[in-house]
């Protein structure tokens, strides 16, 4: 039977202790000067070293060489408080949590009198210390208040606040953390390779975010890891199944539905989840950090790798392609809404609903988003082939709510052939060549639709093709192109909402991000546009139904026109009051929600 990972690789110095230098540097400054205090106040959640470094701080001061920073390792003192020592007579470890009372304060108080049997100190170190009751602290306090020159208090505490204030007064306090990820993974990393193991890509950053930043747990789930292999690799399928994280595949399932409005997708994807047993929470959980992660990428970039540390660079190009498929607000609210469940689950005793909910909050406001280009735009609606079941006579919103019958799964197919199709519809006009690289964007060589024919739609459907064209060929202007959307197109004139003026000033000085964009349109859409720039009002609050949508005027405080040009008519868009019921009815007739006040759309 081998010893416990966490054992074999317990700390013997305050050197080889990780992420504590808050409380280590002072400490050794301490040490080395001889600034020595009679009692320590170690406090800090569990399992970042609090006892460990207890004991180093009692081989320091007993080294034959001390008081040191650095325990020779030599002396009988060293030897028997090394990893595998059995302990000296001088320093007496305490549990607290079974020796809380009146009388082992009392029968420490008496330990304490003697003189140490042979080294410098007899050092005492109460584990668990907030255990003690105030009795027993009272009883300790006349101790701690005036020691006898050889004796030292180390207590270590998760709780410093339950020590009562006269002793913590008396103490020099040190507050430990939780380890930071960063320096967690590198740590776990050269334990791994001393180990003689490896592992698959991904399995690293699950150890640590499964140990919530604790030395401990995260050296005992290695341990675990590196037991139940069956190589010398720990495989990811097996960390992700044994920590009880959602699968990369199927996170990215769900990811991509959310991106293509796919509600057979997302419901599917969720019931997968349910079906595998995963605990709702910890998938919500998952879904939250990788919103997050796709979100730092959405803004980032290529920075954001410094960031997310223990990704590949196929995972970081997975993210990428993700980010790109969705706005930063987009994700802002998809990460908005996922919070909102997340918080939900806890009351909630019927976790499906929970999710399923989430999925009808994310794809909801995207339908609505779409289904208002049709609205807006009858054109687009002609181009729908007669196979799409589609009836319409009226906007399928407006269809849905009239009939109040149909089913999620109609309105999504509803909502979703209508928005391919026009996504579809350029390619009813445009002549497509192969494109030459891997992308699979196509590249329209030869743009030959008429411009009469270029509808707000058309450039809406296009957009993410254009802004990934772009990105190609400036990143610069992809950077300040990407959080804009199209609000309008109509006689040449694009009108694009920005997030801020920030972003309307750094489009126009940006080294000429508008003309790269203009020339990406050109080659795209054959035209050449006109800008015309909207800004979108700062939210006071981030809402789940985003202020990108474009709707009601009001949502704008400025507007500027980045080129002279008559000002067009103001933009067409979808009644509001429909739009918001439409949502409504997905969660109160489908899933049966009853609608919650200011959250149902
Ligand atoms: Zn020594």
Known sequence: MTTALYRRYRPESFAELIGQSQVTDPLRSALRADRVNHAYLFSGPRGCGKTTSARILARCLNCKEGPTDTPCGKCDSCIELSRGGPGSLDVVEIDAASHNGVDDARDLRERAIFAPARDRYKIFILDEAHMVTPQGFNALLKIVEEPPEHVKFIFATTEPEKVIGTIRSRTHHYP?????????????????????????????????????????DALSLLDQLIAGSESKEVAYQRAVNLLGFTHDELMSEVIEAFAEIDAAKAFSAVDKVIQSGQDARRFLEDLLERLRDLMLVSSLGNDAKAILRGIGPEQFDILTIQANRFGLSDLTAAAEATSKALSDTSAASNPRLQLELLCARVLAPVSQRSLAAIQQEPAAAVAIPVTAPVAPAKPPAVAALATQEVKLEKTSELAKPAAEKIALAPEVNITRDEPEAKSVITEPRQPVVPIQDITTATVKAAWPMILETLAKQSRSAWAVAFTTKVIDFKDEVLTLLFQSQNDVDAFKSSQGAAEVLRQVIREQLGVVVKYRAKVAEAPVKPKTKNTVEPTAAEEFTTEEEIEAQDAPEEVAHASEPEAEQAGEFVLREVLGAKPIKGEAS
């Open 176 to 216: 430990f953390r939780l380890v930071p990820p960063g320096e967690l993974l590198e740590y776990l990393g050269t334990i791994l390779e001393s180990e003689g193991f490896s592992a698959e890509a991904g399995v690293m950053p699950l150890v640590v975010r499964a140990s919530g930043g604790s030395v401990r």
